[in-house]
């Protein structure tokens, strides 16, 4: 038994979670007791828990975890301001006229709610508050009502810029650097989110048509459950007012993502600015005066304007009259546009945004980080008992090869999906498998986004999946929970088949990153 201490901490840390402890506490607690037990065995070197400082600081210095805050912010200024509520009311008004048109909006708004917010809570409980109530009005069927908001809401799980997309990319980074130190590459190569962001944009957007396509199909093949046509005069002739409603945050999104994808910015530097436009959108939706955000907008364009033709960097030698005009003009600009950001913020907390959105961004992002350094309890312990290497022979021994470790890994994600969420699974499962999966030759970027889209399925599948709980918390007392787990069954099986798509079609995943690099 002694020899296996490693999987027996594995398990126990699992019935634990299972058994509804905190997850932090529980990674850190189970770490802790075992290394004790090893210890008492002499089969852990207790030295292995001196490297925790290190890895804490590590973790919270760490430029790329910086994003998840600001990617929180961003989406959680969008929701609480109604700007994300206002995209999915007009994206209803243009589709409305098309065949299957609600659950079409629904889907493609859980995208761009993806793209913007990239909190699944906040997209499933603003569609089921807002869309369900209408498509059940409009003779929906409540199975496929229910399960399209909660799959639509699910899309910010691999959809850039996406937060697990964020998590993923520090962890594979650190096990692909891990993996090709032990094949003895000491100038490795490094994996990065951005390669991850690209290697998920156009997996996602196949994954949004799978699912308009199954609507259009349901409303073909069975048109009791899904009205045909909902016409509105009114409405129709208002949408040149509803694309100029859509504009706004249709740019930021692109803004945020093309910055990311060009090379242009790092995802922190392009998350911050998500985070200020997140801010001048919302203050221009709430407020009854718009000078300032507009002027804001204004001056932020030219700063990037400036930056982008002109090195405005100080302490250089042979500066010229029209750069120094342009760096000091810069200053100005900056002083000015600090001035707008102040009056914006003032404006929301004046309206109690700002506060609400601090709480929730804090309150996420806390978790995330604590979840973190329990993980790093965890993963430590587990190398020192010599999980690593039980892992390593247990999935090299698998019937197939690489082929069968990598459906071994998938399945195994796929099942923990139903009793543990995508942060537990990411801190936990991923850094045991990683490395030995990167040792036998898996494209890293490609190994993420099938990592991703598995995980996604862990907020639909009962009996603990969290989208199922935001749903039922918004949806009408006259939807059966049942209904809500037999909708999303389709949604579940379109996205096992996306996993099978990108293992037929690897390069679905790998074309836009190595076109960009």
Same mark, same amino acid.
């Given at each position: 038994?002694?020899?296996?201490?490693?999987?027996l901490?594995?398990?126990? !840390?699992?019935?634990?979670? %299972?058994?509804?402890?905190?997850?932090?506490?529980?990674?850190?607690?189970s770490?802790?007791l075992? /290394?004790? +037990?090893?210890?008492?065995?002499?089969? #852990?070197?207790?030295?292995?828990?001196?490297?925790i400082?290190?890895?804490?600081?590590?973790?919270?210095?760490?430029?790329?975890?910086? &994003?998840?805050?600001?990617?929180?912010?961003?989406?959680?200024m969008?929701e609480?301001?109604?700007?994300?509520?206002?995209?999915?009311?007009?994206?209803?008004r243009?589709?409305?006229?098309?065949?299957?048109?609600?659950?079409i909006?629904?889907?493609?708004?859980?995208?761009?709610?993806?793209?913007?917010?990239?909190?699944?809570?906040?997209?499933?409980?603003?569609?089921?508050?807002?869309s369900?109530?209408?498509?059940?009005?409009?003779?929906?069927?409540?199975k496929? &009502?229910?399960?399209?908001?909660? /799959?639509?809401?699910?899309l910010?799980?691999?959809?850039?810029?996406?937060?697990?997309?964020?998590?993923?990319?520090?962890?594979?980074?650190?096990?692909?650097?891990?993996?090709?130190?032990?094949?003895?590459?000491?100038?490795?190569?490094?994996?990065?989110?951005?390669? *991850?962001?690209a290697? /998920?944009?156009?997996?996602?957007i196949?994954?949004?048509?799978?699912?308009?396509?199954?609507q259009?199909?349901?409303?073909?093949?069975?048109?009791?459950?899904?009205?045909?046509v909902?016409?509105?005069?009114?409405?129709?002739?208002?949408?040149?007012?509803?694309?100029?409603?859509?504009?706004?945050p249709?740019?930021?999104i692109?803004?945020?993502?093309?910055? +990311?994808?060009?090379?242009?910015?790092?995802?922190?530097?392009? &998350?911050?600015?998500?985070?200020?436009?997140?801010?001048?959108?919302?203050?221009?939706?709430?407020?009854?005066?718009?000078?300032?955000?507009?002027?804001? &907008?204004?001056?932020f364009?030219?700063l990037?304007?400036?930056?982008?033709f002109?090195?405005?960097?100080?302490?250089?030698?042979?500066?010229?009259?029209?750069?120094?005009?342009?760096?000091?003009?810069?200053?100005?600009i900056?002083?000015?546009?600090?001035?707008?950001i102040?009056?914006?913020?003032?404006?929301?907390?004046?309206n109690?945004?700002?506060?609400?959105t601090?709480?929730?961004?804090?309150?996420?992002?806390?978790?995330?980080?604590?979840?973190?350094?329990?993980?790093?309890?965890?993963?430590?312990?587990?190398r020192?008992?010599?999980?690593?290497?039980?892992?390593?022979?247990?999935?090299?021994?698998?019937?197939?090869?690489?082929?069968? !470790?990598?459906?071994?890994v998938?399945i195994?994600?796929?099942?923990?999906? #139903?009793?543990?969420d995508?942060?537990?699974?990411?801190?936990?499962v991923?850094?045991?498998?990683?490395?030995?999966?990167?040792?036998?030759? +898996?494209?890293?970027v490609?190994?993420?986004?099938?990592?991703?889209?598995?995980?996604?399925?862990?907020? %639909?599948?009962?009996?603990?999946? #969290?989208?199922?709980?935001?749903?039922?918390?918004?949806?009408?007392?006259?939807?059966?929970?049942?209904?809500?787990?037999?909708?999303?069954?389709?949604?579940?099986?379109?996205?096992?088949?996306? *996993?099978?798509?990108?293992?037929?079609?690897?390069?679905? /995943?790998?074309?836009?990153?190595?076109?960009?690099?």
């Amino acid at each position: 038994m002694i020899e296996h201490l490693d999987l027996l901490m594995f398990g126990f !840390a699992c019935i634990v979670l %299972l058994l509804g402890y905190p997850v932090a506490f529980t990674l850190a607690g189970s770490a802790i007791l075992f /290394a004790f +037990i090893g210890d008492y065995f002499g089969v #852990f070197p207790m030295q292995f828990l001196k490297a925790i400082p290190q890895r804490i600081f590590g973790t919270m210095t760490n430029e790329i975890l910086m &994003a998840v805050p600001l990617f929180v912010f961003m989406g959680t200024m969008l929701e609480k301001s109604k700007v994300a509520e206002e995209l999915l009311e007009n994206m209803d008004r243009v589709f409305q006229n098309i065949r299957g048109g609600l659950g079409i909006s629904v889907s493609i708004v859980g995208a761009l709610l993806a793209a913007s917010t990239g909190i699944v809570g906040a997209t499933v409980v603003t569609m089921g508050l807002l869309s369900l109530p209408t498509m059940l009005s409009k003779g929906y069927d409540p199975k496929i &009502a229910t399960g399209t908001v909660a /799959a639509a809401g699910t899309l910010g799980q691999i959809i850039p810029p996406s937060i697990v997309l964020v998590l993923l990319g520090d962890v594979l980074s650190n096990a692909y650097q891990k993996s090709q130190l032990d094949m003895g590459v000491f100038s490795p190569e490094t994996l990065s989110v951005g390669d *991850l962001f690209a290697g /998920a944009l156009l997996p996602g957007i196949i994954l949004v048509f799978l699912y308009i396509i199954y609507q259009i199909v349901k409303s073909f093949t069975d048109p009791s459950s899904i009205p045909s046509v909902i016409k509105n005069d009114e409405n129709s002739k208002n949408k040149k007012n509803i694309l100029l409603i859509l504009f706004p945050p249709l740019f930021l999104i692109i803004s945020v993502l093309g910055s +990311i994808l060009s090379g242009f910015a790092t995802p922190t530097e392009a &998350a911050s600015v998500g985070a200020i436009g997140a801010l001048l959108l919302a203050t221009y939706k709430t407020s009854d005066n718009n000078f300032w955000p507009l002027v804001a &907008a204004t001056l932020f364009i030219f700063l990037i304007i400036f930056s982008i033709f002109f090195d405005l960097r100080l302490n250089r030698e042979n500066v010229g009259f029209l750069t120094n005009l342009f760096i000091y003009g810069s200053f100005i600009i900056l002083i000015l546009f600090s001035f707008s950001i102040i009056k914006c913020l003032s404006k929301l907390y004046k309206n109690k945004i700002l506060m609400e959105t601090a709480y929730s961004t804090t309150k996420i992002t806390s978790m995330v980080f604590i979840i973190l350094i329990g993980a790093t309890f965890f993963s430590l312990v587990f190398r020192g008992l010599g999980g690593d290497e039980t892992i390593e022979r247990l999935l090299t021994s698998i019937p197939g090869g690489v082929i069968g !470790a990598v459906i071994a890994v998938m399945i195994t994600m796929f099942i923990l999906g #139903f009793f543990l969420d995508f942060i537990e699974i990411t801190f936990v499962v991923v850094p045991i498998v990683a490395p030995i999966l990167f040792k036998m030759g +898996i494209d890293p970027v490609w190994l993420g986004v099938m990592m991703a889209i598995n995980l996604q399925t862990s907020f %639909l599948t009962p009996p603990f999946g #969290f989208a199922l709980f935001y749903l039922r918390g918004v949806a009408p007392d006259s939807i059966k929970t049942i209904d809500i787990y037999r909708g999303v069954i389709p949604f579940i099986f379109i996205q096992i088949l996306m *996993l099978i798509l990108l293992s037929i079609f690897p390069i679905i /995943a790998t074309w836009l990153p190595n076109k960009i690099l």
